[in-house]
């Protein structure tokens, strides 16, 4: 039996409603409603193995403000979102942070990297 | 005599950070972005979740790693920021009588360029802003560009019965309590209003361990993007209620609930349809209105439906002087527009302080059709080509065309497989089309079923 299921693409702000057909094995077998490549490869995303960018602050000692943005550097496991964020809340770094700076390899692990998404000075 | 600035830009968030980069890059040599806040980037700055720069970087960014791109571009560019300082006070007058105070009246008029009875407006304006170490000043820039941007309608704008507890916020003021002050509102929270902030805050407070309740919006269809609705909502199983409204607050000192209702055709809560809701914090995503105290101060016409300036497609206001971008003159839902408008204002900013601005250029307007509830430009040049930015009142779900006609003749036409009034759609107008025909009295913009 194929299946199908719908979903919207998160991919851009068009927001395309996608329509994926599943064979019998589960495999993507037809992706529709999408107007680019990069919905056709979230829809296949979508099933097999979501994902998000997680994006939250870390609390920073000595910073000109007291949190610091971050983000996952790649899209992590949406079923270890919950997980994620009890990490990124046990974290204190001192400041200066700068962007980019990688505060925890492999979060939880998965193979994402939580960074620093802004500079933050020192006071 | 002042300091000589070339393009002074108000505001230093996107829109300010890329008219500073159009205007050095156009060629001016003095060019300063004013900020009131210590840092730079404006509101992007507590905007951490990703979806910024799609279009322009080619990889969703998060609001503090776009701004970071374009701040450093504009140091690389030469502009100069300066923060801590707030504008209080545009003259556009060179009379000093009318300067209140005995401060010095520091400017001549520097602004030649333009002819005729406009160019008095050109002339002699002055921006008086405050610093701590700088003291008060009073700058006479050749051009200006007011990049001041937009704030959340508040609860007082909205008629709901009640006390006014703690615990009631705009989504944005949330926002910057957690994202850069690292405050939680509450524990259990309802959303009013379906803005992409309000949705963004809803899995914002997801992740940070508190409950929301639900997302209620009055209209029948949605205010933010149908992908927050699907990431930020649907992804946590929150609950989203269009046609309802919150029609009562409930506690005395810190919110305890809000009562809730469905509303009819003519938005009035349908009776019986109520239902208390228990909650700790209310956030509203209830609209964004442009921020034009200082436009008004400087005298330059206000569109009464978009709120910002009138401007026409080289985004130059009534005061030929003086530009505007971002918005402050419409509210955009992409950022990399709003850059995009920034540039364009910052170049001919650069160019009205060169004199390469023509004084005579045309001033065709634009009308909006019967589905255009608002839109920016209203005039159009034919200088250069031109976008023309408009959301729909009414949205229209089939396929359906964009497009603009210059006295009836169509000169433009895009189809479209939807349109919606969350989502902001373009016309492009090609300056030959315009100069092709020098008799052009007005262009018509609208988007309609095919």
């Known amino acids: 039996m194929s299946e199908e299921r719908k979903f919207i693409c998160v991919s851009c702000p068009l927001g395309c409603g996608l329509t994926v057909t599943l064979d019998d094995s589960g495999e993507v077998s037809k992706v529709e409603g999408n107007t680019c490549p990069r919905g056709a490869s979230y829809a296949k995303s979508e099933v097999k193995d979501p994902r998000r960018v997680f994006a939250s602050t870390v609390r920073v000692k000595g910073g000109k403000l007291p949190v610091c943005p971050v983000r996952s550097k790649t899209p992590a496991p949406k079923g270890k979102l919950f997980e994620i964020t009890k990490a990124v809340a046990e974290l204190e770094v001192e400041a200066p942070v700068k962007i980019g700076q990688i505060l925890i390899h492999n979060v939880c692990g998965t193979d994402a990297d939580i960074v620093a998404s802004r500079d933050l000075e020192a006071v | 005599m002042s300091e000589r600035i070339d393009v002074l830009i108000i505001g230093a968030g996107p829109a300010g950070v890329a008219a500073g980069i159009g205007a050095r890059r156009e060629g001016a040599e003095k060019v300063v972005v004013l900020e009131r806040d210590w840092d730079l980037g404006g509101i992007l700055q507590q905007c951490i979740h990703p979806g910024f720069g799609l279009r322009t970087f080619k990889e969703e960014l998060t609001g503090p790693e776009y701004m970071h791109r374009f701040i450093q571009q504009a140091h690389e560019a030469g502009v100069e920021f300066r923060t801590n300082t707030m504008v209080f006070q545009i003259d556009t007058s060179n009379d000093p009588s009318v300067l209140s105070g005995h401060l010095p009246f520091a400017g001549e008029a520097k602004t030649p360029h333009v002819k005729g009875e406009r160019a008095i407006h050109g002339e002699g304006v002055t921006v008086w802003t405050m610093n701590k170490e700088r003291g008060i000043e009073a700058l006479n820039p050749s051009s200006i560009v007011l990049t001041m941007g937009c704030r959340e309608r508040p609860l007082g704008a909205i008629r709901i019965p009640g006390a006014r507890p703690a615990g009631i916020y705009t989504a944005g003021t949330a926002q910057r309590f957690v994202n850069m002050e690292g405050y939680m509102p509450g524990k259990r929270a309802v959303i009013l209003g379906s803005g992409d902030i309000g949705l963004i805050m809803a899995r914002r407070m997801i992740w940070e361990g508190a409950e929301v309740e639900g997302v209620y919006e009055v209209m029948s269809w949605p205010g933010g993007l149908r992908r927050n609705i699907a990431q930020c909502l649907d992804d946590y199983g929150i609950p989203f209620h269009l046609r309802t409204t919150v029609t009562k607050i409930h506690g005395q000192d810190r919110l305890e609930g809000v009562t809730v209702a469905e509303v009819d055709d003519h938005m009035t809560p349908i009776k019986g349809t109520e239902r208390y809701v228990e909650c700790d914090t209310l956030l509203l995503a209830i609209g964004l209105i442009p921020e034009n105290e200082l436009s008004r101060m400087a005298g330059v016409d206000i569109h009464p439906v978009t709120g910002g300036p009138v401007v026409n497609d080289l985004l130059q206001t009534s005061n030929p002087a003086i530009f505007a971008a971002g918005n402050v003159v419409i509210v955009y839902d992409l950022v990399d527009n709003v850059s995009d408008e920034g540039l364009i204002a910052g170049a001919n900013a650069a160019k009205f302080a060169m004199g390469k601005i023509p004084a005579d250029a045309k001033r065709i307007p634009v009308k909006g059709g019967e589905n255009v509830?608002?839109?920016?430009?209203?005039?159009?040049?034919?200088?250069?080509?031109?976008?023309?930015?408009?959301?729909?009142?009414?949205?229209?779900?089939?396929?359906?065309?964009?497009?603009?006609?210059?006295?009836?003749?169509?000169?433009?036409s895009q189809r479209l497989r939807y349109a919606r009034p969350g989502e902001m759609n373009e016309v492009r107008i090609k300056a030959e089309k315009v100069k092709a025909n020098p008799n052009i009295s007005s262009i018509t913009i609208d988007i309609q079923p095919v």
């Open chain 2, 373 to 412: 509830r608002l839109y920016s430009p209203q005039f159009v040049t034919g200088e250069a080509d031109s976008t023309i930015f408009m959301r729909v009142t009414h949205p229209i779900e089939q396929a359906c065309k964009v497009f603009a006609s210059a006295d009836g003749e169509e000169i433009y």
